[in-house]
Structure formats: C-alpha cells, structure tokens
C-alpha cells in the first residue's frame, strides 16, 4: 500500500481545490478536515457563482444532509457544470432511505451527473438499491459484513460508479474490482460529520488519483489517523479535535505500517 | 435522584431518534452532544420530507436561533405532524424578546403545538409572558432567582407545558411542581450553543421520560458533565471539547453523588 | 501598545452586542470566538427582525463567504439600517475574485453601507480594486509584502474606509496612516475561519474603539492568541481548541510583550 502515502504526498503538493455544497451541520467540520489533510475546502451554493466556482475547483463533493429546494436545485446544477467540464465528482446520499426525498434526490444525481464516487453506509446504499427499511435517520439500522460487500458490487454495476460501503468493514468497488479496508474505530460513530468527512477526503484524493484508488486510498488515510486519534483519546470530545491532528500529521510510513487494505477474490 | 441515573441508562440503551429543526450556529454542537449522550440526532427541514422523518423520530427538537420565512413555515409544520404522531416536543425560543418575530414566533408555536417543554434563559421566558426589556440579543439581560422560579411556574400554567428557567439556578416547573437545580458552571455562557444543547438533551430524555422529569434528569445530567469537564479545563475551548468527552462518559454514580435538585415548596 | 491592552480590558467591561450576517461554515466559529474575548454574539438574518436586532448591537459584522439570494438581500438591508443607527460596519469579502457574484457584491455594499473596517487576504482586496486572478477559492492564490502595503492604502483611499490586508505580515490602512503586525502563525491557515474570526474580534473592538486602531487591536490580540495557542498545540484540531482557551486568557501584558506592530513611514 505504498501508494496511498504516495497519492497523500501528491494531494498535498497540488493542494486542491474542493468544492462541497454540504450540509449545515458538517461544514466547519468537513472543510476542518480539508484544510488538516492539506487541501483547500470551498464551500458555495449560489447559482449565480457554481460555473465559476467548479471551474476553479479540482473535485466537487455533493453531500444531500440538510436538503430544501434551492440547494437540490444547486445540486443538480453543480453536477451538470462538472460534467461538462469533466470534475471528479463524489456523492454522498446522506439518509437515503430515511425518507423519499432523500432517495430520490440520490438516484436522480447519479442519474444525471456523471458521478466518480459515491459512499454510504450501509442503510443508504442499501436504499439506493431499492432495498428499504434499512435506515434510521441518518444512521444505518443494520450491518451485515457479506452483504455489505454484495451491495458495494451492485451498486457500483447499477449506477456505473464506484462504491463505497463504509461500516466496521468498509467495502469498495468499482465494480469488477473490490477491495475490504478493515481500518477505523467505532468512536467515529460518536462524532457528527465523520462519514461526511471520510467523503471530503475521498473527494480530496479525486483531484490526484482515479475513483477507485482515490476512494481506497481516502478511506484508509481517514481511518488510520482515527485510529491514531483514539488511541490519544478515548472520548468523542477530545477524539473529535485529534482526529483533524492526524489528518495533519499522517505519513505514507503510518499509513504503510497500519493500512489493512485487501482485494477480495470474485 | 437514583432515577436520573436509572432514565439515563434508559435513554442510551434505546439510542432515540431525535429530530431537529435548529439555528445554524448550533447544528454541529447539538448534533455532537446527542451523540455523546448516546442518542442519535438527524436535522432535516424540508417540508417533502418533514412526515417521514418525524415519523421515524422519538422527539423533536424546535429552535428558533436562526430564523427565516422557510424555516418558520417548516417549524409549524412539524410541531402540527409532531400533534398527530404523539410525538413528544421540545421548544427553544432563543432570543425571544430580543425581537418580535422571535417572541412572536415561540407564543405562536407554543399555541398551536402540543409542545412538552419550553427551556429559555430569564429574558427569553420572561418575553413569552409579555415582561419585556429582559433579553439583549440571545443572552439575558438580567437574572433574579425568586423572579425565576415564579417566571417557570406561571409560564408553565399560562402555556400548559413543563417550562425550564435555566441560569445560575434553574426553575423547573409543570405548574403544580417545582424543582430546582443548582448544578453547572458559569463557564457554559462562554462557549456557544449550551443553552441548545440542554434542550436537545432534554429532548432525548423525552423519549424515555414524562416532561417534567425528562427536564430535571437532563439539565442535571448536562450541568454535572459540564462541571466535570470545567474542573479539567478552565478554559472556553479546551472546556468545550471536555464537554462532550464528559457528557459520554457520565453514569448514575456521578449523577447520584453531584445532583443538586430539590423540590420547592409551593 | 499599551492601549490595545486597554481597549481589551474597555471591550470585556462594556460586553458588546456583536451582531453577525455571516456565511454557514464559520457561524459557530465566530460565535465561540466572540464569546472567548469576552463579547456576545448574536447571528440574525431575517428580514423581519434585522432593524431590532441591530438597534441593540454594537457592531455590525458582514461576512460573504457564502451566499444566496436571501442573504444578499438582508446584508443589503443590514448595511442601510446601521447607516442610518450609526452602528460600525466591518465587512469580510471572502472569496472576492473567485467568483463574479463575491466581487460584486462586495464592491456593492461598500458603495451603499458606511463601512468602518473591510478586511480580507491578499487576493480579496486586489479584487476589489480590480486585480484579479488572484484569489484561489477563498485563499490567496499569491501574496507580496510590498504590494500588501500598497494594497491596503490603495483600497483605503479608494472605498474611503479602513482596510486590512492579512497575509505573513498584515498591513491596516486609513489611506493617510499605515501600520504593519507581524504576529500569527501559519498554523491559521489550517483552520477554517480564523480570517472571519479575526474579522468578527475586530468587529467587537469596534464598539469600544475608531476604526484604525479598533483593527490594528482586534489583529494583534487574535494573532497574539494564536501563537500561544500554537505554543501549546503545534497540530490543527488542538491549536484551534487552544486558540479559544487563549482570546479568553490574553490580557495586557501578553500583549504588550508580544505585540509587533509599527508604522509604516509614508
């Protein structure tokens, strides 16, 4: 896996721009974690600014947390500008599942969009694929290991996407290929915002390597300095600020030490 | 006060779905402490998808911080669904007094929904029972304990529902009982968002527990893991962060031998 | 530097009322910023209540990073009510340049308002004075200590109001005095906000102090704050915790031992 700290030099030499049209509740924290990995978070909504703002960035992250009207109707706007001028784009479908609007909005964006990347956890992609009652809010109900990784496959086949199934294993594929990452902490589940992080990250490494590296790469560098975190701090106040620490401070050499990142056989 | 310790364990094992429809300022730090309670918090507030959510959710959460024509129209939908579903309501009206769409606003909901508990400072509840000139912006303006224990009992028979005075002393009252709770530290007026945060910790306890003591078992809950937390850091931020570490890791035993509540004698 | 200490001990006495029209990813932020240094912050932006809600302010702070047909509007109207209250105006133009909207609006409410303070980077002020190419997203793409300088007088002379351009070194101008600090760290370019947190601390030494000097005190209390912080905390999440725990502990003989202000000759 020596790649990755590889990719993690790259990001952090070109310092990307990453444009999100977020949620409320994770936009100090998703572009906290930007800045700590060394990229460069903007965060813009309005209409008037989008082809400007995509023009500039290096990737684009869709996140559909806190959704209204004007921010779907941004959404869709945005992912048709980075289509046209061929940006990575990564979605994240925020409790899909939960309720229809949420579902749908996810479903209608990789319908239109030509989206890279899309992570959920189990519930939400589960929803995606028309499997419902799985989620909970925002949180996934349910978790089960080997449909975890069937759900990755399908979906990325489905959708024509990369996938990523996060959870106490996260699953990803591309389709054809699927690779397990056994890395992270169950604190993470503490604190708001860290699956949104995990995707900013994601969309971070979009700007230096292809969706599938990117999404393995991005996932692994997040958890490691999770784990790092923890080990510091075992209670989700202190964890929370450590986490952005070790966003900081992680090397390819930790990440090579700690990465548990496998392909599984078809 | 063995049964604050006892709904506690109650709360974490069923792990509520707290729905909130909140300011801006205090999304993330809400989110955050009602995670490290143990509950799980999802915001959401577009009216498509306002039914579903306050389905799935075991108490809502109203707070009128940050106000706008949208988010009004979103707030009387859901305390009007929140009605039909049975679903217990909390109300923070922040900075009532201070304008009069706010304390307008808070009379309006607390008139048309079946609300549980109203929590504000002094100059907010003050405001709600037309004594104005006590709020400047969202802080209070002045604070007096024999005023405060008489502004919680008679706010709490003219709207008839269960009213928190929080300050240096808080007054709780159904109307018919009254307590007093004198945990805490002066230092939470100086970190953003605590007066949001025991509300949406009250809302957790909803889900376990009649109003009146869902609000004595979670301002005394919030007000010890604050006082632990100050005693490690008596600085704003450090303090912050020590907050939530606290608010995870507090238990009955603590509850038990910290509680400072006591019955007032009518 | 003796007064800068003394402004800060007139700003904790007098608490002012700091009223904000600012952008989502840095609400809490501010809010925890302005309470650490000792002032109350209130954020407002509906139209309703915009003229009570400033009556009672002391300052007014307008921050642009990230806006909507909405906001627009009420920051246009704020900027007419406290031109007519005779209430200070600091204005944040994040991200001008970047995008035609940011500029724009910007360089309108400058026009219209009676603004005491604008404050942004390198790139931000060389939009507005037409030079662009230089802002990179919401960051500086490019950065000149001489030109700095020669930013800051221009752009002061130009808008006729007081103008602070931060980078390494920061430059504030009235268009006839110049003044150069050179306190900070770069650490604050890893944490999203610290420029609007700067610009929110300035805005609450403006209710105790003029323009000129109310920006030169608000930066060097915040940068001095800084290195303390990073002193204690050289990774992003810690630093950004400690940066709240030193606004609140900085006094007049940290100041005055670590302030590195100077004119500059004409």
């Given at each position: 896996m020596?790649?990755?700290?590889?990719?993690?030099?790259?990001?952090?030499e070109?310092?990307?721009?990453?444009?999100?049209?977020?949620?409320?509740?994770v936009?100090?924290t998703?572009?906290?974690?930007?800045?700590?990995?060394?990229a460069s978070?903007?965060?813009?909504?309005?209409i008037?600014?989008l082809?400007?703002?995509i023009a500039l960035?290096?990737?684009?992250?869709?996140?559909?947390?806190?959704?209204d009207?004007h921010?779907?109707?941004?959404?869709?706007?945005?992912v048709?500008?980075?289509?046209?001028?061929?940006?990575?784009?990564?979605?994240?479908?925020?409790?899909?599942?939960a309720?229809?609007?949420?579902?749908?909005?996810?479903l209608?964006?990789?319908?239109?969009?030509?989206?890279?990347?899309?992570?959920?956890?189990?519930?939400?992609?589960?929803?995606l694929?028309g499997e419902?009652?799985?989620?909970?809010?925002?949180?996934?109900?349910?978790?089960?290991?080997?449909?975890?990784?069937?759900?990755?496959?399908?979906?990325?086949?489905?959708?024509?996407?990369?996938?990523a199934?996060?959870?106490?294993?996260d699953?990803?594929?591309?389709?054809?290929?699927?690779?397990a990452?056994e890395?992270g902490?169950?604190?993470?589940?503490?604190?708001?915002?860290?699956?949104?992080?995990?995707?900013?990250?994601i969309?971070?490494?979009?700007?230096?390597?292809?969706?599938?590296?990117?999404?393995?790469?991005?996932?692994?560098?997040?958890?490691?300095?999770a784990?790092k975190?923890?080990?510091e701090?075992p209670?989700?106040?202190?964890?929370?600020?450590?986490?952005?620490d070790?966003?900081?401070?992680?090397?390819g050499?930790l990440?090579?030490?700690r990465?548990k990142?496998r392909?599984?056989?078809?």
């Open positions: 020596e790649w990755i700290g590889k990719d993690l030099e790259k990001l952090r070109k310092k990307p721009l990453v444009h999100n049209i977020t949620n409320y509740v936009m100090n998703t572009a906290n974690a930007l800045l700590a990995i060394g978070p903007v965060m813009a909504h309005a008037e600014e082809e400007e703002m960035a290096d990737a684009l992250v869709i996140n559909i947390g806190t959704l009207e921010k779907i109707y941004s959404m869709f706007k945005a048709e500008i980075a289509k046209e001028l061929k940006k990575p784009v990564i979605l994240d479908p925020v409790g899909a599942g309720t229809k609007l949420r579902t749908k909005t996810s209608k964006l990789l319908e239109v969009g030509d989206i890279s990347v899309v992570r959920g956890n189990f519930g939400e992609i589960a929803a694929l419902h009652g799985k989620t909970r809010g925002v949180d996934s109900a349910v978790y089960d290991k080997e449909a975890a990784k069937d759900l990755a496959e399908k979906a990325a086949e489905e959708f024509n996407t990369v996938t199934v996060t959870g106490a294993v699953y990803v594929s591309n389709g054809k290929r699927t690779y990452i890395n902490t169950p604190m993470l589940g503490r604190v708001t915002g860290t699956g949104c992080m995990a995707t900013a990250i969309g971070a490494f979009l700007a230096v390597e292809e969706p599938l590296k990117a999404s393995i790469a991005g996932l692994t560098t997040f958890e490691i300095a784990e975190a923890f080990e701090s209670y989700p106040g202190s964890f929370h600020m450590k986490l952005y070790w966003l900081y401070r992680i090397d050499a990440i090579k030490e990465a990142v392909e599984i056989e078809p």
